[in-house]
């Protein structure tokens, strides 16, 4: 009957709508660069990036001049003093100059970007599924250094232009301040970091450490968290009408064949 038709055409428009809308906010979580004080607006290929932020330079969302300042003690980038409790030792501090590498430069990042009301920034990341590896290691070579805070975004003595320890504040051993790797990775940075026991190479966790000869495998994993995102109820909810706009835009060719057929049937 016209009505069994009717409702047939429409159940396929509504499957295909779905699709291309799913593919549009996929392309939004994935290969981009959130809106922060030093990313670029797209990742594109760099040349050269330097040092520890190389591995990002064939797709990046850090410049050269970035990636330079990122090896600095201190660097024009946040003013920010690595050394506030004594001199960081060479192999803790790599890993603080790779974490701010996989922040500055990483175009895999899309699926934790996190809205937020900032002075220096509009995005930031939440709870990055951190290797095992990654996270364990950073703690190890960092365990022995001394710091007086958790929480190393927030509470510093800013009065002469850098961090300083807070007034009343104590510098105490790493081990310490942050008992397990896990209190590391989380506490620092507000959560940017989540610490997880999935392992390198599982396709399951971020790597701050990789070998650009073997590819980038945080591709893989920011396109499955970007699928289990997607797929998730509370992100359908949360599609803005720009981005379904955006969707509509890239609506497969069977869609915009059967849409003059539906009308028709209307």
């Known amino acids: 009957s016209p009505a069994s038709v009717e409702m047939a055409v429409g159940q396929v428009l509504l499957v295909l709508l779905t699709a291309s809308v799913v593919t549009a906010t996929r392309d939004l979580l994935l290969n981009t660069c959130m809106d922060a004080k030093h990313h670029k607006t797209k990742p594109g290929p760099e040349g050269l990036l330097h040092g520890q932020c190389s591995p990002w330079k064939d797709n990046a969302c850090c410049t050269a001049n970035t990636s330079s300042e990122a090896h600095k003690d201190q660097s024009y980038l946040y003013n920010f003093n690595w050394n506030h409790c004594g001199v960081m030792p060479p192999k803790c501090k790599r890993h603080f100059i790779q974490d701010t590498?996989?922040?500055?430069?990483?175009?895999?990042?899309?699926?934790?970007?996190?809205?937020?009301?900032?002075?220096?920034?509009?995005?930031?990341?939440?709870?990055?599924?951190?290797?095992?590896?990654?996270?364990?290691?950073?703690?190890?070579?960092?365990?022995?250094?001394?710091?007086?805070?958790?929480?190393?975004?927030?509470?510093?003595?800013?009065?002469?232009?850098?961090?300083?320890?807070?007034w009343g504040s104590m510098c105490r051993p790493f081990s310490h301040v942050f008992p397990r790797p896990a209190d590391l990775c989380e506490k620092i940075w507000s959560n940017s970091y989540k610490y997880t026991t999935e392992h390198r190479g599982s396709g399951r966790c971020i790597q701050m450490w990789f070998d650009p000869a073997q590819g980038n495998p945080n591709v893989l994993v920011a396109k499955y968290y970007a699928w289990k995102k997607r797929s998730s109820p509370a992100w359908t909810k949360t599609v803005t009408p720009a981005e379904t706009g955006k969707a509509v835009c890239v609506l497969p060719w069977p869609a915009l064949v059967l849409l003059p057929l539906a009308l028709m049937m209307l």
């Not at 500055?104 to 009301?117: A, F, Q, R, T, Y």
């Open 101 to 166: 590498c996989l922040y500055e430069c990483s175009p895999n990042l899309g699926p934790w970007i996190d809205k937020v009301d900032s002075s220096w920034r509009r995005e930031r990341i939440l709870n990055v599924p951190l290797c095992k590896e990654d996270c364990e290691e950073w703690w190890e070579d960092c365990k022995d250094y001394v710091t007086c805070k958790e929480n190393w975004h927030k509470g510093w003595n800013w009065a002469t232009g850098t961090n300083r320890c807070p």
